[in-house]
């Protein structure tokens, strides 16, 4: 199967896990999606200080600036295939 292919199962998967994962995974996860799927973040740091949400995935994407997008799915496939245990 194909990288592309395992990346989109992985999606699936995720959204069909038996447990809600923690924030901190929750995270991971959107950070390595995005940069998978759109590269490098490219917005301003959110300007609210108190929008802890919006500030935690900038935090979150700027992690993985630099990350290739192949790098970015594998990744998110391994993490997804350590959460189905």
């Known amino acids: 199967m194909e990288l592309d292919q395992q990346f989109e ?9 038996a ?4 924030n901190e995974i929750l995270l991971q996860l959107y950070a390595l999606y ?5 590269g490098d973040v490219h917005t301003e740091v959110p300007s609210n200080p108190f929008d802890f949400v919006a500030k935690a995935k900038y935090n979150a ?6 990350k290739s997008k192949e790098a ?14």
């Open 19 to 22: 447990e809600k994962p923690v």
């Open 61 to 66: 994407r700027e992690e993985q600036k630099g």
């Open 34 to 38: 995005k940069q998978a799927t759109e």
């Open 72 to 85: 970015a799915m594998q990744e998110y496939i391994e993490l997804v295939g350590k959460l189905k245990g």
């Open 9 to 17: 199962a992985a999606v699936a998967a995720s959204k069909t896990l």
